[in-house]
């Protein structure tokens, strides 16, 4: 028991310490000879969390470690592949932050002013392409052509996802399948090539690869459908960034779609939609997510959250969320013992948004 | 005489079947599984131009080709390499146009609308993201990582130009040094490396490589010093975009530095500036720019031209580009006879806007 205790202690100072070199390499990789550019980098650099992307690289890469060890638990630090692995995909995930922020017209990210809203949408149109040009540039360093390839795919296919779901935006009958090829393209793709890259550059099996890039994206669709309901039912304090822009923006999100679809009446239907509508108009003319009773727009978002719980679509969506996790853990059979628990508990992590 | 007409001629198909092999590589990696994607990729595609980088790429090639091979024209076709790469580089451009377009708000380009005014910001800003994602990703098949670093790179390089740009909007004291590390870094330094790799790829020494970079960048800084004249004094219908938005968005560029610096006296210092900034006013104001005389715009736009004339800046900032494009041809001495004429004629042609 207290040495289990033990392996767990060990692995989160493991993974503390990998971090921090990640970090330093992000810090190196974006410094720039121009001080309006650095300027600029400092700022995108606060929004970084709690950097869930390098973490799964660095856990694969060592679930891949002790399965090449036989087993054996190896806790030297972590080869420098993957730490330059696990800063390009911080890099990729910073700069869609910022440019979504643009997409998104938010205000508030991790509890400070966007860069949008402080600078205008041309400094962060621009950073953005710093900052993802930066995560190229530090790829093709490792010297390894396969890896830069799968980190331009994956993110051909993070563009792809935000194309799609941009070209359904107010597309009240969008269904399930649609939705979750939004998911899996703009968020899960690059939790799932984060996991596969960092189990193929530590020596992992094909198997063990494949296994852990569908963990990764498991994870990552749960993550998202978890995102997804926050914007909808969350606490701008709490969450820390602008809620309530899935509506402004006529995106449709799970809990929605499931609304929308246990309406039989087309009456019914059509109420809900009308309800939608006119929150997309009143949050576009207001800055803040109005949480005093009595403003038309609270008690407009009151009645649709009182239909989203007596439908069950709150749950319903919990609920996705909830097997996805759990399919993710099924994932991990090939991971050996103290590994294996610490990459389910990342997953479980996702649910209370640890991450 | 006519040996010399036949193999200009030569050269001239030669390169017309390159650059439709670059386009066939272009748009087969454009190409997405969602109807979505593509109909969007149409639209930036219509914005190509006569294709200048790719040109630089296959000419730099074709002048390797001919030292590798002791000064022998050698016609066959190019290498898919170099098709390769001619088609990053479009590709890395085409997303440049689409962000800039944002940046800009314009909303004429290649004579048609641009795509963030029928579509919206938010479908530009992804679609330059998906541009730019598929460019490394089509670079990263090269497997080359040197070639894939150095694209990188110049796409750090060039939105360092675009920040350093921004950081000085408005900015009326700013000198012709900063003027030029901005044009440098944001247009020169992708016709520099399209040379050099083009080159590099082509077999060249590593003299030669180096000194067709240099012609590429002279090539660029003149471009972009006779893009900004047009912006300034060219009319929408012949240039084909939107113009004046230099002025709008408080960008000073080289006949306003050169104005700025020669009105010695405080006060008349600071009258331009005042006219300037009337004139981004009343443009941010204005759809277009109007031509009609008697509008307070024209006659400010009017009185600016005037002065632009009467104190020779804009025939000192068509001198500078006129002797960029003499020193782009000094750097051509170690190119052999066609090639070199055909490459000094590239150049020459950025003076009259052929390209």
Same mark, same amino acid.
């Given at each position: 028991?207290?040495?289990?205790?033990?392996?767990?202690?060990?692995?989160?100072?493991?993974?503390?310490?990998? !971090?921090?070199?990640?970090? +330093?390499?992000?810090?190196?990789?974006?410094?720039? =000879?121009?001080?309006?550019?650095?300027?600029?980098?400092?700022?995108?650099?606060?929004?970084?969390?709690?950097?869930?992307?390098?973490?799964?690289?660095?856990? *694969?890469?060592? /679930?891949? $470690?002790?399965? /090449?060890? &036989?087993?054996?638990?190896?806790?030297?630090?972590?080869? #420098?592949?993957?730490?330059?692995?696990?800063?390009?995909?911080?890099?990729?995930?910073?700069?869609?932050?910022?440019?979504?922020?643009?997409?998104?017209?938010?205000?508030?990210?991790?509890?400070?002013?966007?860069? +949008?809203?402080?600078?205008? +949408?041309?400094?962060?149109?621009?950073?953005?392409?710093?900052?993802?040009?930066?995560?190229?540039?530090?790829?093709? *360093?490792?010297?390894?052509?396969?890896?830069?390839?799968?980190?331009?795919?994956?993110?051909?296919?993070?563009?792809?996802?935000?194309?799609?779901?941009? *070209? +359904?935006?107010?597309?009240?009958?969008? =269904?399930?399948?649609?939705?979750?090829? %939004? %998911? $899996?393209?703009?968020? #899960?793709?690059?939790?799932?090539?984060?996991?596969?890259?960092?189990?193929?550059?530590?020596? #992992?099996? #094909?198997?063990?690869? $494949?296994?852990?890039?569908?963990?990764?994206?498991?994870?990552?669709?749960?993550?998202?459908?978890?995102?997804?309901?926050?914007?909808?039912?969350?606490?701008?304090?709490?969450?820390?960034?602008?809620?309530?822009?899935?509506?402004?923006?006529?995106?449709?999100?799970?809990?929605? %779609?499931?609304?929308?679809?246990?309406?039989?009446?087309?009456?019914?239907?059509?109420?809900?939609?009308?309800?939608?509508?006119?929150?997309?108009?009143?949050?576009?003319?207001?800055?803040?997510?109005?949480?005093? /009773?009595?403003?038309? !727009?609270?008690?407009?978002?009151?009645?649709?959250?009182?239909?989203?719980?007596?439908?069950?679509?709150?749950?319903?969506?919990?609920?996705?969320?909830?097997?996805?996790?759990?399919?993710?853990?099924?994932? !991990?059979? $090939?991971?050996?013992?103290?590994?294996?628990?610490?990459?389910?508990?990342?997953?479980? &992590?996702?649910?209370?948004?640890?991450?």
């Amino acid at each position: 028991m207290s040495q289990t205790c033990d392996v767990t202690t060990a692995m989160t100072d493991w993974l503390r310490s990998g !971090l921090a070199e990640v970090q +330093n390499r992000l810090v190196m990789e974006l410094l720039s =000879d121009l001080p309006a550019v650095n300027d600029l980098v400092a700022h995108a650099e606060r929004y970084r969390g709690k950097m869930l992307r390098p973490m799964l690289v660095l856990i *694969s890469g060592l /679930a891949a $470690r002790q399965e /090449a060890g &036989g087993g054996e638990l190896d806790l030297r630090p972590a080869e #420098a592949t993957h730490h330059v692995l696990a800063a390009v995909v911080e890099v990729v995930h910073l700069a869609t932050l910022v440019h979504d922020d643009v997409l998104d017209e938010a205000e508030v990210r991790r509890g400070g002013a966007t860069l +949008n809203h402080l600078r205008g +949408n041309e400094a962060a149109v621009i950073l953005g392409d710093y900052l993802i040009s930066h995560a190229y540039h530090l790829c093709s *360093s490792l010297d390894r052509p396969v890896v830069s390839r799968q980190i331009a795919r994956t993110t051909n296919t993070v563009c792809e996802g935000e194309l799609l779901q941009l *070209s +359904n935006r107010n597309n009240w009958g969008l =269904d399930e399948p649609t939705y979750f090829e %939004i %998911i $899996r393209r703009k968020t #899960a793709s690059l939790c799932g090539t984060s996991c596969l890259l960092g189990a193929e550059l530590g020596g #992992a099996s #094909a198997e063990t690869a $494949r296994a852990l890039h569908d963990y990764g994206q498991c994870l990552g669709l749960a993550f998202q459908i978890v995102d997804d309901l926050l914007d909808l039912v969350g606490q701008e304090r709490v969450v820390g960034k602008s809620l309530g822009r899935d509506l402004e923006k006529g995106k449709l999100t799970l809990p929605v %779609i499931h609304l929308l679809g246990s309406e039989q009446a087309g009456r019914s239907r059509q109420q809900v939609i009308g309800r939608l509508q006119r929150i997309g108009r009143l949050m576009a003319e207001h800055e803040e997510f109005p949480q005093e /009773a009595g403003h038309p !727009l609270a008690t407009e978002l009151a009645e649709l959250r009182n239909r989203l719980v007596q439908s069950g679509s709150l749950g319903y969506a919990q609920e996705v969320a909830q097997r996805l996790v759990e399919q993710a853990k099924r994932c !991990l059979s $090939r991971v050996p013992g103290p590994v294996r628990g610490f990459m389910a508990e990342t997953a479980q &992590g996702v649910l209370t948004r640890s991450f």
